[in-house]
T-cell receptor
Framework: NAGVTQTPKFRVLKTGQSMTLLCAQDMNHEYMYWYRQDPGMGLRLIHYSVGEGTTAKGEVPDGYNVSRLKKQNFLLGLESAAPSQTSVYFC?????????????FGPGTRLTVL | AQSVTQPDIHITVSEGASLELRCNYSYGATPYLFWYVQSPGQGLQLLLKYFSGDTLVQGIKGFEAEFKRSQSSFNLRKPSVHWSDAAEYFCAVGAEGGSYIPTFGRGTSLIVHP
């Protein structure tokens, strides 16, 4: 199993450009999450999904959109990138059921917006 | 609302020395507690978790953590640190109710001196 994969690993954008980050998991997990990680801020939840076709806002959703058309994929979109969105983005997935089930994280996407 | 505090932003230890990373939580019911490690340039990986039973939990890489309900703490320990343990460590508490959104601390950066 590949676990959780993220594409691309690195990206540089100019202000105003758009892009989509792809997260894929092969563990048949129901729950998927997008986080951003900034120095001193820990992990902040952007959006999450509790199943195919469903999404919800997290702590810092502004400027991002998501889609979960297939169970195994969770896409994060930036419609008009801003320098404040320079960050490392992590995707995670989690099996349903018990609250003590841990999350499985991807390797991250490092995004720079100039 | 649940919360997690990691009081130490940075911890520096010498290789071979013992280690304790602190984690305090606020949670309304029986907590589900996690420690994750993030090596440089990598995603987060589960070290260990507590959800019931023995309050001393063993994890991977020689780590252990002790759940102390009276102190609302879940401190991570290792008797002898290796240079490869240099990483970012995150404590997390499981979600209340059915939201399946865990709360993360801001992380502690471990620096290991030779």
């Amino acid at each position: 199993n590949a676990g959780v994969t993220q594409t691309p690993k690195f990206r540089v954008l100019k202000t105003g450009q758009s892009m989509t980050l792809l997260c894929a998991q092969d563990m048949n997990h129901e729950y998927m999450y997008w986080y951003r990680q900034d120095p001193g801020m820990g992990l902040r939840l952007i959006h999450y999904s509790v199943g195919e076709g469903t999404t919800a806002k997290g702590e810092v959703p502004d400027g991002y959109n998501v889609s979960r058309l297939k169970k195994q994929n969770f896409l994060l979109g930036l419609e008009s990138a801003a320098p404040s969105q320079t960050s490392v983005y992590f995707c995670a997935s989690r099996p349903p059921g018990q609250l003590y089930n841990e999350q499985f994280f991807g390797p991250g996407t490092r995004l720079t917006v100039l | 609302a649940q919360s997690v505090t990691q009081p130490d932003i940075h911890i520096t230890v010498s290789e071979g020395a013992s280690l304790e990373l602190r984690c305090n939580y606020s949670y309304g019911a029986t907590p589900y507690l996690f420690w994750y490690v993030q090596s440089p340039g990598q995603g987060l990986q589960l070290l260990l978790k507590y959800f019931s039973g023995d309050t001393l939990v063993q994890g991977i890489k020689g780590f252990e953590a002790e759940f102390k309900r009276s102190q609302s703490s879940f401190n991570l320990r290792k008797p002898s640190v290796h240079w490869s343990d240099a990483a970012e460590y995150f404590c997390a508490v499981g979600a209340e109710g059915g939201s399946y959104i865990p709360t993360f601390g801001r992380g502690t950066s471990l620096i290991v001196h030779p």
